[in-house]
């Protein structure tokens, strides 16, 4: 079975900009939840979506956004990137039942310059 | 708030090593989870606690809860380079399903 992939690996982008990453989350997991890794913080939870509606919520501002689609696919949105935003966004999959393990993709290394 | 402190933060040991990790919190977990991060991947589950006291073996690795269900640790034996990478421990509490994360211990075994 394929684990959670996630694109663009690494994306380089200005202040400013928006921009938008993809999990596909491993087949027949309705769950994907978003983390926000940075040295600073550590790992940091998003926001959670389970049949394409966002479950749960962090402590993140409006500026990050998530969707989820009918195939359990997200995308998850940055609007007005700083510089701060800079970090690695990671991704997990689970069957959506509580408890269970989280299986993480390998993260998109993004760069706000 | 970083409910969940790991120390220490950095870990450089030879091979052959042994090595103690914790995972402390003033906070009551339902369970805690240790994960292993290796560079360019995602984290990746090693073992679940869920009773105070329990002690959880893993090949040469070794997971204790605290009895107060509010810290853990994690021992290496015998440390080898493939041991190397960012061990996370990440507590779960109440109904929540969402795990709280500490910052991780970077662990490099030179052979």
């Known amino acids: 079975k394929a684990g959670v992939t996630q694109t663009p690996r690494y994306l380089i982008k200005t202040r400013g900009q928006q921009v938008t990453l993809s999990c596909s989350p491993i087949?027949?997991?309705?769950?994907v939840s978003w983390y926000q890794q940075t040295p600073g913080q550590g790992l940091q939870f998003l926001f959670e979506?389970?049949?394409?509606?966002?479950?749960n919520k962090g402590n993140f501002p409006g500026r990050f956004s998530g969707r989820q689609f009918s195939n359990s696919r997200s995308e998850m949105n940055v609007s007005t990137l700083e510089l701060g935003d800079s970090a690695l966004y990671l991704c997990?999959?689970?069957?959506?039942?509580?408890?269970?393990?989280?299986?993480f993709g390998p993260g998109t290394r993004l760069l706000v310059l | 708030t970083q409910l969940l402190e790991q120390s220490p933060q950095f870990l450089s040991i030879q091979e052959g090593e042994n090595l103690t990790v914790y995972c402390n919190s003033s906070?009551?977990?339902?369970?805690l989870q240790w994960y292993r991060q290796e560079p360019g991947e995602g984290p990746v589950l090693l073992v679940t606690v869920v009773t105070g006291g329990e002690v959880k073996k893993l090949k040469r690795l070794t997971f204790q809860f605290g009895d107060a269900r509010k810290d853990s640790s994690l021992h290496i034996t015998a440390a080898q380079p493939g041991d190397t990478g960012l061990y996370l421990c990440a507590g779960l509490s109440g109904g929540s399903y969402i795990p709280t994360f500490g910052r991780g211990t970077s662990l490099i075994v030179h052979p």
């Open positions: 087949s027949g997991h309705r769950s």
């Open positions: 906070s009551v977990f339902s369970s």
């Open positions: 979506y389970f049949s394409e509606t966002q479950r």
């Open positions: 997990a999959s689970s069957v959506g039942d509580s408890q269970e393990t989280q299986y």
